[in-house]
């Protein structure tokens, strides 16, 4: 069956270090994947997206890399602070045209401890 | 920035009774959907809607969901007799024709006595 899977439920980290979540995925194909944060109460809020054919984006503190032959994405917060404190969940589309719905894993809630 | 909005931010109701959330896509968008999340659960699809139609499905929507598209900005979601487990925050998202990226608006958070 198909599932994605984020590698904790929650991290703790200590401020200005590098946060990394991990997103494994089985019997999808997707062509492209992407990393919302959801703060408590409110929507999910698009972070960055990586293409099938793309090995790593970065955008300020933010890194993610993607796997396909691993089937996996890594999701880098450099210089972590307090404010990162949040969800963050990986969301990839089930087919490669048309108008997808996303299907999202259940979330690593982050903490950062100053 | 423009944004997808949605209303009531809360909504409380009876067992039976039917409900219905609006959202305003983002005014360029043409792809709109609806997604829900039970609370302490993942965020799951709801529905998908393109020039007017249903464009996909999924089994939580059954026949007491339908959707909407009344004017040129609103789309909504009406839940005919609500139950219990309809209880979650309902997100409505909405994306460009030619952009991958779905936009999220605030949620409705339902509550079903």
């Known amino acids: 069956s198909q599932k994605i899977e984020q590698n904790s439920e929650a991290l703790n980290i200590q401020e200005g270090k590098t946060a990394t979540l991990t997103c494994n995925y089985t019997?999808?194909?997707?062509?492209?994947l992407q990393w919302y944060r959801q703060d408590p109460g409110r929507g999910p809020v698009f972070l960055l997206l990586?293409?099938?054919?793309?090995k790593e984006k970065r955008k300020e503190r933010l890194k993610v890399t993607f796997d396909t032959t691993l089937k996996q994405s890594l999701f880098h917060i450099t210089a972590s602070q307090p404010a990162d404190s949040a969800t963050y969940l990986c969301a990839l589309e089930r087919r490669r045209s048309g108008n997808t719905p996303l299907v999202f894993g259940k979330g690593t809630r982050l903490s950062v401890i100053a | 920035e423009p944004e997808v909005t949605q209303t009531p931010s809360h909504q409380v109701t009876q067992m039976g009774q039917e409900v219905i959330l609006r959202c305003v896509p983002i005014s360029n968008h043409l792809y709109f959907y609806w997604y829900r999340q039970i609370l302490g659960q993942k965020v799951e699809f709801l529905v998908s809607?393109?020039?007017?139609?249903?464009?996909?499905k999924s089994e939580i929507f059954d026949d007491q969901f339908s959707v909407e598209r009344p004017d040129g900005s609103n789309f909504t979601l009406k839940i005919r007799s609500t139950k219990l487990e309809d209880s979650a925050m309902y997100f409505c998202?909405?994306?460009?024709?030619?952009?991958?990226?779905?936009?999220f608006g605030p949620g409705t958070r339902l509550l079903v006595l």
């Open positions: 990586i293409r099938e054919n793309e």
């Open positions: 998202a909405s994306r460009t024709a030619d952009q991958e990226t779905q936009y």
């Open positions: 809607f393109y020039n007017n139609e249903i464009s996909e």
């Open positions: 019997n999808y194909s997707p062509a492209y």
